[in-house]
Nanobody
Framework: QVQLVESGGGLVQAGGSLRLSCLAS????????MAWYRQVPGTQRERVAI???????NYADSVKGRFTISRDNSKNMVTLQMNNLKPEDTGVYYC???????????????WGQGTQVTVSS
C-alpha cells in the first residue's frame, strides 16, 4: 500500500507564507505526476498546482506568481511554497500522486488526508 502524508499547514496572516510538504511512502516503484488540491467546504476540490515527472509545472491562475511546486524524487516528496497568501487561499490542501507500485503494471492515484490552511485578513 501507499500512503501520502501532508504537513505544514496552519494559520497565517494575509501576506504571509507557508510551506506544505507531502511525503509518499510504501511499496513505491515510481511516481509520475504529483499535485496539490484545495477544498473549501461546500465547493468542489480544485487543483492548485501540478508537477510532472519531467518537472514541468502548471498552476491555477489564482496562485500563479505566488505558489511554487517542487519535488524531490529521491525522497518521494512534493512541496508547495505559498507566498503572499490571501484569505481566499484558505482551505484544506490535499496532496495527490499517480504511483506505480512495486510488482504492479498500472499506476494508481492516491490522496493524502489533507492539511488545513487558514489565512486571516
Amino acid at each position: 500500500q501507499v500512503q501520502l502524508v501532508e504537513s505544514g499547514g496552519g494559520l497565517v496572516q494575509a501576506g504571509g507564507s507557508l510551506r506544505l510538504s507531502c511525503l509518499a511512502s510504501g511499496s513505491i516503484w515510481s511516481i509520475a505526476t504529483m499535485a496539490w488540491y484545495r477544498q473549501v467546504p461546500g465547493t468542489q476540490r480544485e487543483r492548485v498546482a501540478i508537477i510532472f515527472s519531467d518537472s514541468r509545472t502548471n498552476y491555477a491562475d489564482s496562485v500563479k506568481g505566488r505558489f511554487t511546486i517542487s519535488r524531490d524524487n529521491s525522497k518521494n516528496m512534493v512541496t508547495l511554497q505559498m507566498n503572499n497568501l490571501k484569505p481566499e487561499d484558505t482551505g484544506v490542501y490535499y496532496c495527490n500522486a499517480d504511483v506505480l507500485r512495486q510488482s504492479s503494471v498500472f499506476q494508481e492515484n492516491y490522496w493524502g488526508q489533507g492539511t488545513q490552511v487558514t489565512v486571516s485578513s
